[in-house]
Each structure stands twice: as structure tokens, then as C-alpha cells.
């Protein structure tokens, strides 16, 4: 375990550990996005998959417990890191210019942070609802069925005229959700690309390609997931598939 | 032309240090950078007073010596040029220019803009070599190796070691370097018996010197005056990725 741990601790092993932990949860934003776009083909579909999920209680919670550990490895790894990268450049520059690296590169150690209290208010909003007007838990029907409000749920959660709080609130929230998207959509083109060559899967033939990859897929998660709120907003999903 | 520069003065490792302002009257603009301070050195000489310390050699942009930052930007920030082949006529009359040595602890100014960068020296020599047989010549051309293989490993071969990427990241990360240094034997047939034990060795060393890590910034590649690619980083890392799964400890 010695060579491990040397590893484990050496700086390309903890961009390996974020890399691997980032590709994890990539995946799962990837999943997660698919599974909510159901939204658009109505109450029913997204309904029946939000029981799906919910219908093994076991499966859940492995799964949320390891994206759970994956989040504090990543976030770990990335503190560790920031901290050498601290103490490599005791003084800074009186003058710096960038000549190639990216706004998104230049702001993982920003957005990072701001993700994760996006996470934390996703889930007291959408999961637990603490932070939602009305959020409607699924519940055993009388037939035995297990019955899920997921529609009905994210309908109110970005809908303006939801009883029990204010335009000007939800308003924020949706803003606070899109911002967030762009963010995600930064951070994951960023490390999606850094990925490739923390792992060791460079080669010039492919560089093209895995950086169109990441743009590629950063664009389709933003598109995808501020897609959600946007319909509430635009009247797309609530009333016509609702109630 | 005549220019204002804003130099960093440090009389040694444990100075504090601090910007000096200086005038450069009449520099011409087919001086290098490096002739334009020598002439503003004269003058401090003449004046009785300490001249700017920096690092020079070859002045042909091929030793690695010099090298420090002129307005935020490693040897000057012109593609694939070294601050000894940086030319007047990149600037225009009037320019104030703020001039600092490398930054990175792994780097100690020794005086003004002259740094120590003995560090890298010691990564080489924790696994940049290769084995060899010894005693009477090989035939020429004895080892096949393929013009792509050839064009890669020169590639990297091309560092001269100068600390331009570690001054440019914004992590001072020493990965394109060590990178460099790795993969110039990695990718040779000569390079294959040290391969998986000189990628842990030269790593560690880098760890450390005190190096901070990589965040693909690419700042590196950018303003290397040999234009290594960054492309050296991920293959390092893929080796020492592969020299863990292989169980090999150094």
C-alpha cells in the first residue's frame, strides 16, 4: 500500500483521483439531464420514471452515497492541489498576461465552489423541499402503486404565478438556476478536456477531438438542463400536461 | 526610442526586494532586449552604481539561460523566442515596461532577475538518462525508428530548460518541463528500459522541488520559446498512470 499512498498523494495521482471522481459525476450530470428532459413528453412519462428511480430504495442510496463520497474526494483533491499551487508561488506577479488559457480554466477554483452551493440548494429545493412552495413526496396509492409528482413538482418549483411565494422569488431562483447551468456547462468543458490529458488518452491525432467533445458536451448540458425551467417559464410544461 | 523601465531589484535569496525605475534613452530598435539593458548598464556602472543582474549565455536563443518576465509575459511573449532574441522594434517609444525575475519557490531569485534553477537540474538527474552499452561504437542506424517517433521525441528534446513554464503558469507547475525531459527518452527504443521507473523518479523530484500542479491552463506551451507541446503532459501522466497499474515501484 506504500506505492499507493505515495501515489495517491504525489500531484499527477490527485489530478488522476479528480479526474476520475469529475469523470463519475460528469456522467451522472449526462444521466440526470436525459432522465429530467422526459419532462417534455409529459406528466405521465416523467412521473413513472421518478417512481422508477424511487422504487428500489437500496440502489438509491448506494447512489447517492457514492456521489456523495465522489464530491468530497473531488473537491479534496482540488483543495490539496490549490493549496501546492499556493505555496509554489509564494509571490505573485506584479504583471501577469494570459496568452492561452481560458476564462472557464482561469475560474474552476470559482465556479467549483458556487456549484456546490447550487448542489446544496438543488437538493433542499427539488429533493427534500425545504426551499420549494409546495414539493409533493411520493406515496403509496391505494392500488399500491408507487405514485410520484415529479411534474408536478418542477412545474411549481419555476412557475411564477405558484401559490405560497412571489414572482420576484421565483424569478430569482430560475436566474440562479441558469447561471449555475452556464457555470456547470464551464466547469465540465474545462474538465471534461483536462480529463483527457490528466489520464494519460492524449495524442495529436485526437487533441481536436476530445476539445470539440468537451465544447460540445458543455453546450448540450447547458442547453439541455436550462431548457427545464425555461418551458415552465414559457408555459411548455405546467398546465397543458399538468393537472 | 526611449523607454521607462520598471525593474525588480533584490539583493539576494533573503532580500525583500522591490521595482527600481529606470530611463533607457536612444535604444535602438534592432537592439535585443538584452543589449538594450546592457547599455542601461553601462550607465549605472559608470554612475558607480549596482547594474541589473540577469542570466545570459549563447545569446542565440538556444542555451537556456536567460529569461524573465517583461510586462506580465515570459521572454517578452513573442511566438517561440527566447528574451535574448526579443528585438526593440517589438516595442514603440514612450512604452513602460515592468520587468521581474521567474516566480516560484522553486526558484529563488539569486539576484534581480537572475533565478536558481537548480531544481530543474536535479528532476534530470533523478531518472533523465538512458542505459547504454558501453565499449566500441554501434553501427549507425542499428535501431529502426519511425520518422513520426523521431519528430515527437526531438520535440520534446527541444527544451532548454530555460523555467519559461513555470514562470508563465499560473500554478508555477513544472509538468511541461518534466514532461519535456521524460518523454524524449520515453518515446525512444533507447528510452524503454528506464521508461516506467524514470516517469516515478523525475515526478517525485518535481514533487519535491516544490512545483505546484497542472490545470491545463496551457499558458506553458503558449510562451515556450521552443514550442514544447502540451501534449508531453498527458503522455507523462499516461506513464505514470501505467507504471502504477504495472505495479512497478521505483
Not at chain 1, 506577479?93 to 482561469?106: E, G, I
Not at chain 2, 520598471?6 to 539576494?12: A, E, N
Request: glycine share 10%; hydrophobic share 45%.
Amino acid at each position: 500500500m506504500n506505492w499507493f499512498m505515495r501515489f495517491a498523494k504525489s500531484t499527477i495521482g490527485l489530478k488522476i483521483t479528480m479526474a476520475i471522481s469529475g469523470l463519475v459525476l460528469f456522467a451522472f450530470v449526462i444521466g440526470h439531464m436525459v432522465g429530467n428532459l422526459q419532462v417534455f413528453l409529459g406528466a405521465s412519462a416523467l412521473n413513472h420514471y421518478a417512481a422508477f428511480l424511487q422504487s428500489e430504495q437500496l440502489l438509491l442510496w448506494i447512489a447517492r452515497i457514492v456521489l456523495l463520497v465522489l464530491v468530497v474526494v473531488h473537491i479534496w483533491s482540488s483543495v490539496v492541489l490549490t493549496l501546492r499551487a499556493k505555496v509554489a508561488r509564494p509571490q505573485g506577479y506584479r504583471k501577469w498576461q494570459s496568452k492561452a488559457s481560458t476564462y472557464a480554466s482561469r475560474t474552476m477554483r470559482v465556479s467549483g465552489p458556487i456549484l456546490l452551493l447550487f448542489i446544496i440548494f438543488h437538493l433542499l429545493h427539488l429533493t427534500i423541499g425545504s426551499v420549494h412552495p409546495d414539493l409533493q413526496h411520493c406515496a403509496v396509492q391505494a392500488s399500491g402503486d408507487l405514485q410520484c409528482f415529479a411534474y408536478q413538482n418542477v412545474s411549481a418549483a419555476f412557475s411564477l404565478s405558484t401559490a405560497g411565494t412571489t414572482a420576484a422569488i421565483q424569478g430569482g431562483i430560475v436566474a440562479f438556476y441558469i447561471v449555475a447551468m452556464l457555470l456547470l456547462g464551464m466547469h465540465l468543458g474545462h474538465g471534461a478536456y483536462s480529463m483527457f490529458r490528466t489520464l494519460g488518452l492524449t495524442n495529436p491525432r485526437y487533441d481536436k477531438m476530445a476539445r470539440a467533445f468537451a465544447t460540445a458536451v458543455a453546450v448540450i448540458i447547458v442547453v439541455g438542463n436550462c431548457s427545464i425551467p425555461l418551458a415552465v417559464l414559457t408555459g411548455l410544461v405546467g398546465q397543458a400536461g399538468g393537472h | 526610442m526611449n523607454l521607462t523601465l520598471h525593474v525588480w531589484r533584490q539583493k539576494g535569496p533573503s532580500d525583500v526586494g522591490q521595482f527600481q525605475t529606470f530611463q533607457a534613452t536612444g535604444v535602438s530598435k534592432d537592439q535585443s532586449f538584452l543589449e538594450m539593458l546592457d547599455v542601461v548598464n553601462d550607465k549605472l556602472e559608470l554612475a558607480g552604481k549596482d547594474p541589473i543582474v540577469f542570466e545570459h549565455d549563447c545569446r542565440e536563443g538556444i542555451c537556456g539561460c536567460c529569461g524573465f518576465m517583461v510586462n506580465g509575459k515570459a521572454h517578452g511573449g513573442q511566438p517561440e523566442t527566447t528574451v535574448c532574441q526579443l528585438h526593440m522594434r517589438s516595442f514603440s517609444d514612450g512604452d513602460e515596461l515592468i520587468i521581474e525575475p521567474w516566480r516560484s519557490a522553486a526558484f529563488p531569485v539569486v539576484k534581480d532577475l537572475m533565478v536558481d534553477r537548480s531544481a530543474f537540474d536535479r528532476i534530470v538527474q533523478a531518472g533523465g538518462y538512458v542505459s547504454v552499452r558501453t565499449g566500441s561504437a554501434q553501427d549507425a542506424n542499428a535501431i529502426p525508428i519511425s520518422k513520426e517517433i523521431a519528430d515527437r521525441a526531438f520535440d520534446s528534446a527541444a527544451c532548454i530548460g530555460c523555467g519559461a513554464c513555470v514562470a508563465s503558469c499560473p500554478n508555477a507547475s513544472a509538468m511541461l518541463f518534466t514532461g519535456a525531459k521524460i518523454n524524449h527518452l520515453g518515446l525512444l527504443p533507447q528510452g524503454q528500459v528506464e521508461r516506467f521507473s524514470r516517469v516515478q523518479a523525475m515526478t517525485q523530484q518535481m514533487d519535491a522541488e516544490g512545483f505546484g500542479p497542472c490545470s491545463n491552463h496551457e499558458e506553458c506551451e503558449a510562451y515556450c520559446p521552443k514550442g514544447i507541446p502540451v501534449e508531453v503532459i498527458g503522455r507523462m501522466n499516461g506513464d505514470l498512470l501505467k507504471a502504477q497499474l504495472r505495479g512497478r515501484d521505483s
